[in-house]
């Protein structure tokens, strides 16, 4: 008789837990059809939303004056701007003519667009890292720009571009302005500096890095452009037609205006005036022309003595030639002009201690002037403040050939032709030379710490060392750039120095 073994039942709880084991069909068919469910509901909400845009990185937009326009990418035409309207990277903004704008980037970065010009935000974002990213395609026109340091932070890898068909400009806390149009592109540096790379035809190819000093433009065109490519040095000193220009003492004014204020008095100061001759008419009364408007600051405004300037501004009426302030032709008014400026300084003693009191007419062009527009300002300074030194773009410059003079930035001369006066020991001579000087020499004496290339200079001339270079009276300082094929140019500088005697 066979014995047989009996076969081993597995119990029924175990046969369950393998079966489930090795069924996955359903989960799988629930897993893929909530992913589609999921896929189709986030592009359901796309469509549904695809014309709201998030506002967490946006640039804000004030309106100057005239038209402003926008292009979204979402929409297919340009519609009117207004200010603290909002902008995305993609947008596109134009101005059209006799229109200016501005646009406000993470709060401290302004960009200023002039009349005709076109920009399109490439790119603007901000990283949970703190890196923000900022670049401007400049299509056509003229900028003027102000990048704050704290913005665009090196440590935190930012970025802040300016590019246009020919240049990308790399920039960070820098006031610079640059122009594009068909012919060239045209980049100055008035602050900062500005590291510049011409762009050649292909894409992302870079023929040339020029590196931009504070004072110097570049000009990139076809006619230099073989120049640029063979490494030679092709900077110049900042034209003076654009530092008087009105575009851009406007935007210095808003940062710095005192050096804005010392610009306009120089060129007030050096423009022939042209009084309007003016007739014995009962009209001179004031009956044949509205009195000038004050918009600001309002009277018996009180300045702090910390400040040295206040800003006087109002508006004109239509048929005025002239606006005269205590006596003073403004030259930058032009008949027309709604507006008037006037800056009132501790420098030129137009702000003094304690009341000062401002009367502001207009004058027609057959010479009929208006009822005086009356102002009183209280200034706290306890003092008259001196001529201190200043570092001012430079507003003349003298060419030999394509070499041009120094320009003396400080000491103030507010009056070409007349000495600077001080009772100080020492003063501090500072200014530009053309980026192409080679040397500097002051007097025979020849700069050992200017750096060929660099467009600085400065030199003491002290009444205290052991051989002063500085003496009482009249002192001539002669400043001689040399530069290429023994070449040179200079400007002369007189200091009147009168030193104070102390009685015991």
Known sequence: MKFRRKKRRTPYRYQRRRTRRRNFAPLITFIIAFSLFVFLSIKLIKVIFSGVRSESVASEIQVIKGRTEFYFPEKEEWTPAYSELKFLEGDSIRTTSNSQASLEFFGGTLVFLDENTEINLKEL??????????????????????????????????????????????????????TTSTDQDVIRLIKGNVDVDVLGEKEDEVLQNIKVEVGQKLVVSPVNMENIQAGQDVKEIIDTEFIESEWHLQNLEQFFPQEAAQIRRRIDITTPQEQPKLEETPNQSGEGIEAPVILEPASGTTVVASADSVKIEGTAPSD???????????????????????????????????????????????????????????????????????????????TIDDFKSPVITSPPILNPGEPYQTSAPAVTIKGIVDPKTNAVEVNGFRLQKFVPGKTEFQYVANSQVASPNFKTGENIFEIVAFGPDNKKASTTLKILYNPVTVTP
């Open 125 to 178: 974002s901000e990283k949970s890292s703190g890196q923000k990213n900022t670049v401007i395609h400049l299509k056509q026109g003229q900028i003027w720009v102000k990048v704050s340091e704290d913005d665009f932070d090196t440590e935190k890898d930012s970025k802040f571009q300016v590019l246009t068909n020919r240049v990308k400009a790399h920039v960070r806390g820098t006031i610079f302005d640059l």
């Open 320 to 398: 005025a030639m002239q606006i005269v302030v205590n006596g003073y032709t403004l030259s930058r008014f032009q008949p027309g002009d709604r507006k008037w400026v006037y800056f009132a300084s501790t420098k030129f003693g137009t702000l003094l201690p304690g009341e000062n009191n401002y009367e502001i007419i207009a004058v027609s062009r057959e010479g009929q002037k208006s009822a005086p527009a009356k102002l009183a300002i209280t200034y706290q300074g306890t003092t008259t403040p001196t001529n201190t030194e200043a570092s001012v773009a430079p507003i003349t410059a003298a």
